[in-house]
């Protein structure tokens, strides 16, 4: 009797719990037209706090070394979910290609990013994720660019047309990373 | 002449013999091995003294469930353990009479049965190696979007019953000697299957709850011989298997106060075994079988509540660790068995309230992915202060190596002691209800000293 007893109160201990609670599994519902590329693709539209307390996870008490020692907070910190956004890479390629088109080839810029320090989920070309108490930059040099970035036109590159081009590949990708990550259409 | 001292001396073996040979009937009774037997598990946290409450891996799902909130990869762990256990003991050179009628105990005293022999002070060593799975884990995260929510199931070795003790003794007289030699074997192991959940309630708060089933098996062997002056000899061994099926659960929080320090506590809820003993024993006097018993028993053991609090600070590459955890084991309690249920009595003239507390430190090298650990751990025996010579406490330290971005190897050092006494029975005397009225004792120090290796590798995929 004791032993059913037990196992009910932590039963219903833990459905109060459950009902309700900080975690969710889900992104809630919005209107109907509201689709995935417009919550996914840049979480800060709708949380100015991401930053702080980025959705997914809270990282801010990490250690500083998983910040500058990247494995450490993979190892620690990143959730299994996150990986394809930046682990294997396939988020560089997300424009399917034919067999026909050759993929794009660059000879500008810098060489890509290995093995990216720790940041939330969503937030490409988002910017000052800050730490918990303090203020540093949170992505390697790829990830400083702030938002407005995105829509300011070059003036003094000569190859605009390129520089447009990879801002129309940019948008793409965002969509494509939005729906892949599970959003409604 | 000579064929009287004979006679007398066989007449005086006879009585030692008839007794049960076994510790003081009202402690071996009581003797419970699952109390306060500790054995630890997870490289990590047992390199740091065994403070495992605010570690973060698998074995969070047996130290503090909350901390699988923490775990946001799917991660398997697996560990091995390996345990030179030795047993050092001493037969004081004196005898103890118990007078179970009255309860009274004098010590130092000569019974007239033992007239002209005098006790001689002697030891005697033995050890034991055995290496052992000690915990395989799986945690599987839930992909949430905001917070955290973790799933862990697997198994521990956490209770384990390898020990061994030998017994030497010996009575000098001028006719010659008596000499007694015992060798006691155990081995087993209590595993702990557990399934359990950790979920964010907030940004700095987890909740924890696993359920926990023990299954396990504890062999008991007993060999004694007595041989004195070529007049007698008298050999006994006892067989003793028990198994056990238990369960029960813990609940735990996590919680953040700050940049710099964790707190976690976890209650732990008794825990009901359901314990069924075979036995058999045999007894021979000078080669004849005198006794050759067969039994069999059914009986609860219940353990009480734990409560558990550990405090984690962090500063930089460097952690630091502190538990404790609470148990009355005088609420230990018996039941299911009217006959044992007579003994509950006795575990409160046995058993006391103890605190353990584990103290353990990390520094990692992040660039080398590297830790190095070290820690003290303090975890007092649960019997009477009579009982104990010198309380159980060790040292550990560990490495740690992070492999790639997605591999653990830990190993671990365990280094622990602990004195006690306890007495034999060398002679009883019985009444006709074969209830013991009095027994002359001897008082056996004992000095346990363990090393204890734990090697645990984890994978997050």
Same mark, same amino acid.
Request: charged fraction near 20%; aromatic fraction near 14%.
């Given at each position: 009797?004791?032993?059913?007893?037990?196992?009910?109160?932590?039963?219903?201990?833990?459905?109060?719990?459950?009902?309700?609670?900080?975690?969710?599994?889900?992104?809630?519902?919005?209107?109907?037209?509201?689709?995935?590329?417009?919550?996914?693709?840049?979480?800060?539209?709708?949380?100015?706090?991401?930053?702080?307390?980025?959705?997914?996870?809270?990282?801010?008490?990490?250690?500083?070394?998983?910040?500058?020692?990247?494995?450490?907070?993979?190892?620690?910190?990143?959730?299994?979910?996150?990986?394809?956004?930046?682990?294997?890479?396939?988020?560089?390629?997300?424009?399917?290609?034919?067999?026909?088109?050759?993929?794009? *080839?660059?000879?500008?810029?810098?060489?890509?990013?290995? *093995?990216?320090?720790?940041?939330?989920?969503?937030?490409?070309?988002?910017?000052?994720?800050?730490?918990?108490?303090?203020?540093?930059?949170?992505?390697?040099?790829?990830?400083?660019?702030?938002?407005?970035?995105?829509?300011?036109?070059?003036?003094?590159?000569?190859?605009?047309?390129?520089?447009?081009?990879?801002?129309?590949?940019?948008?793409?990708?965002?969509?494509?990373?939005?729906?892949?990550?599970?959003?409604?259409? | 002449?000579?064929?009287?001292?004979?006679?007398?001396?066989?007449?005086?073996?006879?009585?030692?013999?008839?007794?049960?040979?076994?510790?003081?009937?009202?402690?071996?009774?009581?003797?419970?091995?699952?109390?306060?037997?500790?054995?630890?598990?997870?490289?990590?946290?047992?390199?740091?003294?065994?403070?495992?409450?605010?570690?973060?891996?698998?074995?969070?799902?047996?130290?503090?469930?909350?901390?699988?909130?923490?775990?946001?990869?799917?991660?398997?762990?697996?560990?091995?353990?390996?345990?030179?256990?030795?047993?050092?003991?001493?037969?004081?050179?004196?005898?103890?009479?118990?007078?179970?009628?009255?309860?009274?105990?004098?010590?130092?005293?000569?019974?007239?049965?033992?007239?002209?022999?005098?006790?001689?002070?002697?030891?005697?060593?033995?050890?034991?190696?055995?290496?052992?799975?000690?915990?395989?884990?799986?945690?599987?995260?839930?992909?949430?979007?905001?917070?955290?929510?973790?799933?862990?199931?697997?198994?521990?070795?956490?209770?384990?019953?390898?020990?061994?003790?030998?017994?030497?003794?010996?009575?000098?007289?001028?006719?010659?000697?008596?000499?007694?030699?015992?060798?006691?074997?155990?081995?087993?192991?209590?595993?702990?299957?557990?399934?359990?959940?950790?979920?964010?309630?907030?940004?700095?708060?987890?909740?924890?709850?696993?359920?926990?089933?023990?299954?396990?098996?504890?062999?008991?062997?007993?060999?004694?011989?007595?041989?004195?002056?070529?007049?007698?000899?008298?050999?006994?061994?006892?067989?003793?298997?028990?198994?056990?099926?238990?369960?029960?659960?813990?609940?735990?929080?996590?919680?953040?106060?700050?940049?710099?320090?964790?707190?976690?506590?976890?209650?732990?809820?008794?825990?009901?075994?359901?314990?069924?003993?075979?036995?058999?024993?045999?007894?021979?006097?000078?080669?004849? #079988?005198?006794?050759?018993?067969?039994?069999?028993?059914?009986?609860?053991?219940?353990?009480?509540?734990?409560?558990?609090?550990?405090?984690?600070?962090?500063?930089?590459?460097?952690?630091?660790?502190?538990?404790?955890?609470?148990?009355?084991?005088?609420?230990?309690?018996?039941?299911?068995?009217?006959?044992?249920?007579?003994?509950?009595?006795?575990?409160?003239?046995?058993?006391?309230?103890?605190?353990?507390?584990?103290?353990?430190?990390?520094?990692?090298?992040?660039?080398?992915?590297?830790?190095?650990?070290?820690?003290?751990?303090?975890?007092?025996?649960?019997?009477?202060?009579?009982?104990?010579?010198?309380?159980?406490?060790?040292?550990?330290?560990?490495?740690?190596?992070?492999?790639?971005?997605?591999?653990?190897?830990?190993?671990?050092?365990?280094?622990?002691?602990?004195?006690?006494?306890?007495?034999?029975?060398?002679?009883? #005397?019985?009444?006709?209800?074969?209830?013991?009225?009095?027994?002359?004792?001897?008082?056996?120090?004992?000095?346990?000293?363990?090393?204890?290796?734990?090697?645990?590798?984890?994978?997050?995929?």
């Amino acid at each position: 009797m004791s032993r059913l007893f037990f196992i009910s109160i932590a039963i219903c201990f833990l459905a109060l719990l459950t009902s309700g609670c900080y975690t969710i599994l889900q992104h809630p519902s919005s209107e109907a037209n509201y689709t995935a590329e417009n919550y996914q693709a840049d979480c800060l539209e709708c949380h100015a706090d991401y930053h702080e307390y980025p959705y997914g996870y809270f990282y801010g008490q990490y250690p500083d070394y998983w910040w500058s020692t990247p494995r450490w907070g993979r190892y620690y910190a990143y959730p299994w979910w996150w990986d394809n956004y930046w682990y294997d890479g396939s988020y560089r390629h997300t424009r399917d290609y034919s067999d026909d088109e050759p993929s794009p *080839r660059s000879t500008r810029g810098k060489k890509v990013e290995r *093995r990216d320090v720790l940041r939330p989920p969503y937030s490409v070309g988002t910017t000052n994720l800050s730490r918990s108490g303090s203020s540093g930059n949170v992505g390697t040099s790829g990830s400083t660019e702030k938002p407005s970035d995105q829509n300011k036109q070059p003036v003094d590159n000569p190859d605009n047309t390129k520089t447009k081009e990879k801002i129309d590949k940019k948008e793409k990708k965002d969509n494509k990373k939005a729906t892949r990550r599970g959003g409604r259409r | 002449m000579k064929g009287l001292i004979k006679l007398m001396i066989k007449m005086m073996l006879c009585l030692i013999l008839i007794t049960n040979i076994s510790f003081a009937e009202y402690i071996e009774q009581v003797e419970e091995i699952t109390a306060g037997n500790f054995f630890g598990y997870g490289a990590r946290q047992m390199a740091m003294g065994g403070a495992g409450i605010m570690a973060i891996d698998g074995a969070a799902l047996f130290y503090n469930p909350a901390n699988l909130a923490r775990i946001p990869r799917i991660e398997f762990n697996f560990g091995l353990s390996n345990q030179r256990y030795k047993d050092i003991s001493t037969v004081r050179p004196i005898r103890r009479e118990v007078d179970y009628s009255g309860a009274v105990t004098q010590s130092g005293i000569l019974s007239p049965r033992f007239e002209g022999f005098q006790p001689v002070l002697s030891s005697a060593e033995n050890s034991k190696i055995n290496t052992r799975v000690n915990s395989a884990i799986i945690t599987i995260p839930y992909p949430t979007y905001r917070g955290s929510m973790v799933f862990g199931i697997g198994m521990t070795r956490g209770i384990n019953f390898d020990r061994v003790f030998r017994l030497s003794h010996s009575d000098r007289s001028a006719s010659g000697d008596i000499i007694a030699l015992g060798d006691e074997f155990q081995s087993g192991a209590l595993t702990q299957w557990g399934a359990g959940i950790g979920i964010d309630l907030s940004p700095r708060i987890a909740f924890g709850g696993a359920l926990y089933l023990y299954t396990g098996k504890h062999n008991y062997n007993w060999e004694y011989a007595l041989d004195s002056l070529d007049v007698l000899s008298y050999e006994a061994e006892d067989l003793i298997v028990d198994k056990y099926l238990g369960f029960n659960m813990k609940m735990a929080l996590s919680m953040r106060l700050n940049h710099y320090l964790t707190l976690g506590l976890a209650v732990e809820t008794p825990l009901i075994f359901s314990v069924e003993e075979e036995s058999s024993s045999y007894r021979l006097l000078d080669g004849v #079988v005198i006794e050759d018993d067969y039994s069999y028993t059914e009986y609860d053991i219940k353990k009480p509540f734990v409560f558990s609090g550990g405090l984690s600070a962090q500063f930089n590459n460097a952690t630091l660790m502190a538990d404790f955890d609470y148990t009355d084991w005088s609420q230990l309690e018996y039941g299911d068995n009217i006959e044992m249920e007579k003994e509950n009595i006795n575990i409160r003239s046995y058993y006391r309230d103890v605190i353990r507390f584990r103290l353990g430190g990390e520094y990692v090298f992040p660039q080398a992915g590297l830790s190095v650990r070290a820690g003290y751990f303090s975890d007092p025996l649960p019997i009477k202060s009579s009982f104990v010579n010198q309380n159980r406490s060790g040292f550990t330290f560990g490495l740690g190596l992070l492999v790639d971005q997605v591999m653990t190897i830990d190993v671990a050092f365990v280094h622990g002691s602990y004195e006690r006494n306890s007495d034999f029975i060398y002679s009883s #005397v019985k009444d006709d209800q074969d209830n013991m009225i009095s027994s002359h004792n001897l008082i056996v120090d004992e000095e346990v000293s363990y090393n204890r290796l734990y090697l645990t590798t984890a994978y997050r995929f």
